[in-house]
């Protein structure tokens, strides 16, 4: 199946599950808006758990923070938001459609990429065993011309996006002949920046007014907060504070699904450390969030570090994090080197002191820090990519969310075989003693594989049966979701043998 079609199954799917639904649905819609549905937020639920879990119990010198939407606006003058928060925008003149000038060329280096691994497929096809990959990648005209054209692209692009120069932006599109995949013509506009803030007013009358933003990152709520949490915590460096909630951007191009919203989640961690110290905390820091990542089992080739072109204005080391979605490799994460351009801003800007005295060294200090950030919502994507298979039976197709089981919705669907005879009765008497412990669902409505494939198309990932036996031996049919292999066994066993296995504690223990 085209990755396309995957993808377009893969949203229809969300909507008819109650995984995510338009925003304002019966108003068709509001653009790059969504709500989460009752299998979503589920979901949700456990993806932030998850995260919050991995920070904030797991390591004794991170905590959290919950920071208001509205903060002050100087705020953003002094994170360098107000002036530099920008997208680079083009249009088509033919179609009227708006791009961001920088995905253009990044998805014409894609292409070449694209096309270089075609070649390598097509050869790895033709030699079979005794094929060597790298030297024919070395070795290959074809793909040495692909290469070289798209380091050339590259470099210029690199450089265009350091000196901020826009007409060079441009000049590379024209000059690669990117057309608008909607009018299929070359007519461009000029490249213009665009702030991606979104701003509202504070304030009962229009004089006393205060334009304030809605925060395009919680990152600047956890700075603004740094001093307050270091002296009641009494923390010490290097330490962590760690957030989740909302961010807002009025995002040019927003298209694919919840990959780009501008309404968002993000799950943001500060990790305060000593200046000098910041690029080896970086490292450590790629490779435990990798790690957290490749703990949910979606396979290790599918994610990769994207080590960034253009350094943002506070950065001294940036990576993403991407994995690959049915539109190819995209970013899921960003981890930041961010110096220590914040909390030296926020003191320029506040006229406050917030240097950190460390007691080791007797000398006091701005920390230097390094950030992950991670989008809610693009993780929930990605997971929901990862997870979604089509199984050809004997008896038609299934569909089947592999979710990892602790981040099911639901952990075990209750059916009784049918409604009479008290077996409807029994299965609730097993819910009502299992609920305290995870999420069941009951079911009764229609056969047993029907139920089945309805389980299966939520992602959970155990389902029992009972039956009239249930009765007399107090056992019931437990199915699992990715093998379908039914095992009979004991209720009073059922808590300990599903209880473990579908935890955030159970991953949680794998990271250590
Ligand atoms: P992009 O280059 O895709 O616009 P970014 O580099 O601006 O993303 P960051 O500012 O580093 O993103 O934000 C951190 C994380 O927040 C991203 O890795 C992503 O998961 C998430 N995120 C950012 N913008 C959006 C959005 N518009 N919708 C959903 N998630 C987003």
């Given at each position: 199946m085209?990755q396309?079609?995957?993808?377009?199954?893969?949203?229809?799917?969300?909507?008819?599950?109650?995984?995510?639904?338009?925003?304002?649905?019966?108003?068709?819609?509001?653009?790059?808006?969504?709500?989460?549905?009752?299998?979503?937020?589920?979901?949700?639920?456990?993806?932030?758990?998850?995260?919050?879990?991995?920070?904030?119990l797991?390591?004794?010198?991170?905590?959290?923070?919950?920071?208001?939407?509205?903060?002050?606006?100087?705020?953003?003058?002094?994170?360098?938001?107000?002036?530099?928060f920008?997208?680079?925008?083009?249009?088509?003149?033919?179609?009227?459609?708006?791009?961001?000038?920088?995905?253009?060329?990044?998805?014409?280096?894609?292409?070449?990429?694209?096309?270089?691994?075609?070649?390598?497929?097509?050869?790895?096809?033709?030699?079979?065993?005794?094929?060597?990959?790298?030297?024919?990648?070395?070795?290959?005209?074809?793909?040495?011309?692909?290469?070289?054209?798209?380091?050339?692209?590259?470099?210029?692009?690199?450089?265009?996006?350091?000196?901020?120069?826009?007409?060079?932006l441009?000049?590379?599109?024209?000059?690669?002949?990117?057309?608008?995949?909607?009018?299929?013509?070359?007519?461009w506009?000029?490249?213009?920046?665009?702030?991606?803030?979104?701003?509202?007013?504070?304030?009962?009358?229009?004089?006393?007014?205060?334009?304030?933003?809605?925060?395009?990152?919680?990152?600047?709520?956890?700075?603004?907060?740094?001093?307050?949490?270091?002296?009641?915590?009494?923390?010490?460096?290097?330490?962590?504070?760690?957030?989740?909630?909302?961010?807002?951007?009025?995002?040019?191009?927003?298209?694919?699904?919840?990959?780009?919203?501008?309404?968002?989640?993000?799950?943001?961690?500060?990790?305060?450390?000593?200046?000098?110290?910041?690029?080896?905390?970086?490292?450590?820091?790629?490779?435990?969030?990798l790690?957290?990542?490749?703990?949910l089992?979606?396979?290790?080739?599918?994610?990769?570090?994207?080590?960034?072109?253009?350094?943002?204005?506070?950065?001294?080391?940036?990576?993403d994090?991407?994995?690959l979605?049915?539109?190819?490799?995209?970013?899921?994460?960003?981890?930041?080197?961010?110096?220590?351009?914040?909390?030296?801003?926020?003191?320029?800007?506040?006229?406050?002191?917030?240097?950190?005295?460390?007691?080791?060294?007797?000398?006091?200090?701005?920390?230097?820090?390094?950030?992950t950030?991670?989008?809610?919502?693009?993780?929930?994507?990605?997971?929901?990519?990862?997870?979604?298979?089509?199984?050809?039976?004997e008896?038609?197709?299934r569909v089947?969310?592999?979710?990892?089981?602790?981040?099911?919705?639901v952990?075990?669907?209750?059916?009784?075989?049918?409604?009479?005879?008290?077996?409807?009765?029994?299965?609730?008497?097993?819910?009502?003693?299992?609920?305290f412990?995870?999420?069941?669902?009951?079911?009764?409505?229609?056969?047993?594989?029907?139920?089945?494939?309805r389980?299966?198309?939520?992602?959970?990932?155990?389902?029992?049966?009972v039956?009239?036996?249930t009765?007399?031996?107090?056992?019931?049919?437990?199915?699992?979701?990715?093998?379908?292999?039914?095992?009979?066994?004991?209720?009073?066993?059922?808590?300990?043998?599903?209880?473990?296995?579908?935890?955030?504690?159970?991953?949680?223990?794998?990271?250590?």
């Amino acid at each position: 199946m085209a990755q396309e079609d995957v993808f377009k199954k893969l949203v229809s799917h969300c909507k008819e599950y109650g995984f995510v639904f338009p925003s304002s649905d019966i108003y068709d819609g509001l653009g790059a808006v969504y709500d989460y549905g009752q299998m979503g937020v589920e979901l949700k639920n456990n993806i932030k758990k998850y995260w919050w879990d991995s920070m904030v119990l797991l390591h004794d010198n991170i905590v959290g923070i919950d920071s208001a939407i509205f903060m002050h606006p100087t705020i953003w003058k002094a994170s360098g938001h107000v002036d530099a928060f920008n997208d680079p925008l083009i249009d088509n003149k033919d179609s009227k459609k708006r791009y961001r000038a920088d995905v253009l060329v990044e998805d014409q280096l894609a292409k070449y990429d694209d096309k270089i691994n075609k070649e390598v497929a097509k050869a790895a096809k033709r030699f079979g065993e005794a094929f060597d990959e790298q030297e024919f990648r070395s070795t290959n005209a074809r793909v040495l011309k692909y290469q070289e054209q798209r380091d050339a692209v590259h470099e210029r692009f690199a450089k265009a996006l350091n000196d901020n120069d826009l007409t060079e932006l441009r000049q590379i599109i024209v000059d690669e002949e990117i057309v608008c995949p909607i009018s299929g013509t070359r007519e461009w506009t000029e490249v213009r920046q665009f702030n991606l803030m979104f701003a509202t007013e504070m304030g009962s009358t229009s004089d006393s007014a205060m334009k304030v933003y809605l925060r395009p990152e919680t990152a600047q709520g956890i700075f603004v907060n740094y001093m307050n949490v270091q002296k009641s915590g009494r923390m010490r460096v290097p330490f962590g504070i760690a957030q989740i909630g909302k961010a807002f951007r009025n995002e040019i191009v927003a298209r694919q699904f919840i990959f780009r919203m501008r309404e968002f989640e993000q799950m943001e961690m500060q990790f305060f450390v000593r200046p000098g110290t910041e690029l080896d905390w970086f490292r450590s820091w790629k490779e435990q969030r990798l790690k957290w990542h490749e703990n949910l089992g979606f396979g290790s080739e599918n994610y990769r570090f994207h080590d960034h072109d253009k350094l943002a204005h506070y950065a001294n080391a940036a990576t993403d994090i991407e994995f690959l979605m049915p539109f190819g490799f995209k970013e899921v994460e960003g981890i930041h080197s961010r110096t220590d351009f914040d909390l030296a801003q926020h003191e320029k800007f506040s006229g406050k002191n917030i240097k950190y005295f460390d007691p080791e060294l007797n000398q006091s200090y701005v920390p230097y820090v390094v950030e992950t950030s991670i989008g809610v919502d693009r993780m929930f994507l990605s997971i929901m990519a990862g997870s979604y298979c089509e199984e050809e039976l004997e008896n038609g197709t299934r569909v089947v969310l592999k979710l990892p089981a602790a981040l099911a919705p639901v952990k075990l669907a209750v059916l009784p075989l049918v409604k009479k005879d008290g077996l409807a009765e029994k299965a609730m008497d097993i819910i009502n003693d299992l609920k305290f412990h995870f999420n069941c669902q009951y079911d009764e409505k229609d056969s047993i594989g029907k139920r089945y494939r309805r389980q299966d198309a939520i992602g959970t990932p155990y389902c029992i049966t009972v039956d009239h036996d249930t009765l007399n031996d107090n056992c019931v049919t437990l199915r699992n979701r990715d093998t379908m292999e039914q095992e009979r066994v004991a209720i009073a066993d059922l808590n300990n043998i599903i209880a473990d296995r579908v935890s955030i504690t159970s991953l949680l223990k794998k990271l250590q």
